[in-house]
Nanobody, 121 residues
Framework: QVQLVESGGGLVQPGGSLRLSCAASGSIFKIYVMGWYRQAPGKQRELVTT???????NYADSVKGRFTISRDNAKNTVYLQMNSLKPEDTAVYYC???????????????WGQGTQVTVSS
């Protein structure tokens, strides 16, 4: 019913930048919080950043000052601008959205399939 599709991952050198995008499609009445999580090999999935429908943002301490989340509500899309990338940012990045598909159904959590970000020289 709702699909989240990420794009923009890849290989970048330390200190470089990448921009991730995540577009939500399908039966959507309202999107509440959108965000990005990441999972490195052998580690648990962790929160990177979130943004509410009113543009209130939250960041993990490890990315504050380097990553910026934004959203385009008209396009149901969320972006993650990642600057000053470090090798420890290497992970699969997952898009997340809390989506209400009709006015009378409860919001549900949806996930994208993930996009690989590798920071290496």
């Amino acid at each position: 019913q709702v699909q989240l599709v990420e794009s923009g991952g890849g290989l970048v050198q330390p200190g470089g930048s990448l921009r991730l995008s995540c577009a939500a499609s399908g039966s959507i009445f309202k999107i509440y919080v959108m965000g990005w999580y990441r999972q490195a090999p052998g580690k648990q999935r962790e929160l990177v950043t979130t943004i509410t429908s009113s543009d209130t943002t939250n960041y993990a301490d490890s990315v504050k000052g380097r990553f910026t989340i934004s959203r385009d509500n008209a396009k149901n899309t969320v972006y993650l601008q990642m600057n000053s990338l470090k090798p420890e940012d290497t992970a699969v990045y997952y898009c997340h959205g809390t989506v209400q598909i009709t006015a009378v159904t409860a919001p549900r959590n949806y996930w994208g399939q993930g996009t690989q970000v590798t920071v290496s020289s």
